[in-house]
């Protein structure tokens, strides 16, 4: 790297164990934060209150289904090219003029890819997944009608994968950072992008790389931000976090990302215990942070291209389960269905607090406005009568599917950083 390394050593240390896959209690240091976090409402801050839910290993459902890990066909990334690269200078003249200053840009502790980004993805069908716990998140993401789940599990050790869904290259990305998950179509004009991590952190957020031109990208907005490319921007795919169970009951014929990675891991333990604490500083992160809400207070947001982006304490919902709002210049609604653990809390990542998994539907079905109320197995809409799932699926098999508002389940400081305009809605 042509910029100064500006991170404490001995927490670039324990990042590096981290990558390597050592760690416990040395990354002790990035979850306990220090001292100067903005008030907070003590005890009753959802993070705080912890509830508890029970993590169970679920069967295969298929006890003769075929467990060994296989590939996928995968779309080819376009060839390298002869370019600068910011990954090697940053402040390289030549470059467009950046979208944020080389001088925030900090070193996490790894070098490029040394949290290990995964190419050559394999696969197992969900059926066949006997190692993760009812409880668990997981990653769902679905392209033209083709639906895979990726376990946080294997991605808090990779933070980035690159694959092919529905016949689109995609790049899955993690940051437990900012606690944010965002899916990307990697192609722009005629390039196919890969994408690798940078090893840096913007805004205590992941900053990726694309091996085609070493230009630096941001995970929460997925756009280049020093280099060749700077001012390109990806498409974002909706992505939802919601429990192994709950993905497993709705796609049992799905391929769920295998543990089978080339590297050596330990998958189920996660690295950054205690790290969601509300009342915790995040990572080298050098913003001020906006005092509605505390740095590490869990929201739902929901983005606009024309207007503020929305943001509903996770706290609020957790407690309501619907709420309906405005966003995008639309009624929608917003959904928590309990059950899934966070993981980011204990070691044992299963052992977490119960923090929910969210979705945001338009307030319309049918031509009718939704009435949505929280049932054991869903939501019911009182209007028609329908019971849909966290994935805005009826229930009785019909196939009737509410419409699906991309959203983002993110720390509060990490959207105040990048949309500092952002309304707070459900104080």
């Known amino acids: 790297m042509a910029y100064k390394r500006i991170v404490p050593l001995?927490?670039?240390?324990?990042?590096i164990a981290v990558a390597c896959g050592g760690g416990g209690s040395d990354v002790q240091a990035i979850a306990s934060g220090s001292d100067d976090h903005p008030e907070s409402s003590g005890d009753g801050d959802f993070g705080a209150q912890k509830p508890v839910i029970e993590a169970t290993l679920l069967p295969a459902l298929d006890p003769d289904a075929d467990s060994d890990p296989f590939e996928v066909d995968q779309i080819e990334s376009t060839p390298v090219e002869e370019v600068d690269s910011a990954l090697r200078n940053i402040n390289n003249v030549n470059f467009p003029d950046p979208l944020i200053s080389p001088e925030e840009v900090r070193s996490g502790g790894p070098p490029p890819d040394g949290i290990p980004p995964i190419d050559e993805p394999k696969f197992q069908t969900a059926d066949s997944v006997d190692w993760l716990s009812n409880v668990e998140p997981v990653l769902s993401v679905e392209v033209n009608g083709e639906v895979r789940a990726y376990p946080i599990q294997v991605m808090t050790w990779h933070e980035i994968v690159n694959d092919t869904i529905g016949g689109v290259p995609v790049t899955i990305s993690y940051c437990p950072l900012c606690n944010s998950a965002l899916a990307y179509d990697r192609r722009v004009g005629d390039r196919i992008f890969d994408f690798g991590t940078s090893g840096n952190l913007f805004n205590s957020s992941l900053v990726m790389?694309?091996?085609?031109t070493e230009s630096l990208w941001t995970h929460f907005d997925g756009r280049a931000v020093i280099g060749v490319l700077t001012g390109e921007q990806l498409i974002t795919l909706p992505v939802a976090t919601t429990s192994w169970q709950s993905f497993r009951d709705a796609h049992p014929d799905s391929l769920v990302l295998s543990k089978d990675t080339g590297f050596r891991r330990d998958y189920g333990r996660n690295p950054y215990p205690g790290y969601d604490d509300v009342n915790t500083n995040p990572f080298l992160f050098g913003g001020s942070v906006d005092g509605r809400l505390a740095a590490k207070a869990r929201v739902l947001v929901v983005r606009s291209v024309d207007g503020p982006a929305v943001a509903l304490p996770l706290e609020s919902l957790f407690e309501q389960l619907v709420v309906p709002f405005t966003a995008q210049g639309r009624e929608v609604v917003a959904v928590l269905q309990r059950g899934t653990?966070?993981?980011?809390?204990?070691?044992?990542?299963?052992?977490?607090?119960?923090?929910g998994a969210t979705a945001v539907f338009a307030a319309e079905f049918e031509g009718e406005q939704l009435d949505l109320a929280s049932v054991s197995d869903g939501f019911l809409d009182n209007s028609s009568g329908v019971t849909f799932d966290i994935f805005g699926v009826a229930t009785d098999g019909s196939g009737m599917r509410l419409e699906v508002i991309e959203h983002l389940d993110t720390f509060w400081f990490a959207i105040g950083a990048f949309e500092p305009d952002t309304e707070v809605i459900g104080l």
């Open 209 to 212: 790389y694309d091996r085609q």
């Open 10 to 15: 001995f927490v670039g240390i324990s990042l």
């Open 341 to 355: 653990a966070t993981a980011l809390d204990e070691s044992d990542l299963a052992s977490g607090y119960d923090q």
